[in-house]
């Protein structure tokens, strides 16, 4: 499956976006789906997850409650709502395809988009 993500850009701190990811080559609903991120000079950091019917989810404990993941199995397209941002939720943002839910482990989700890259200004 391929995936492209967009959305991203720069907002100011508390502000909000939402990055989609459109998936082509292979049936979405087939998949678990999910959002990382990675920092500048940070490690990769997973943000949430969704399974093949969109429910349920699971997110990083330090995000849930301002991050939202949602899909849309008949556009194969999947969201992700964030408000109230942070400097620090800068970073790249990835979407994921895999078979496995819930994970958290990168290495369970075998397809990757390209990245968006979220900026948060202060």
């Known amino acids: 499956v391929q995936l492209q993500a967009s959305g991203g850009g720069l907002v100011q701190a508390g502000g909000s976006l939402r990055l989609s990811c459109a998936a082509s080559?292979?049936?979405?609903?087939?998949?678990?789906m999910g959002w990382f991120r990675q920092a500048p000079g940070k490690e990769r950091e997973f943000v949430a997850a969704i399974d093949w019917s969109g429910d349920p989810t699971f997110y990083a404990d330090s995000l849930k409650g301002r991050f939202t993941i949602s899909r849309d199995n008949a556009m194969s397209t999947l969201y992700l709502q964030m408000i109230d941002l942070l400097p620090e939720d800068t970073a790249v943002y990835y979407c994921?395809?895999?078979?496995?839910?819930?994970?958290?482990?990168?290495?369970?989700?075998?397809?990757w988009g390209q990245g968006t890259l979220v900026t948060v200004s202060s």
């Open positions: 994921v395809a895999g078979i496995t839910f819930p994970t958290m482990d990168p290495r369970r989700y075998g397809y």
């Open positions: 080559g292979r049936t979405f609903s087939n998949y678990v």
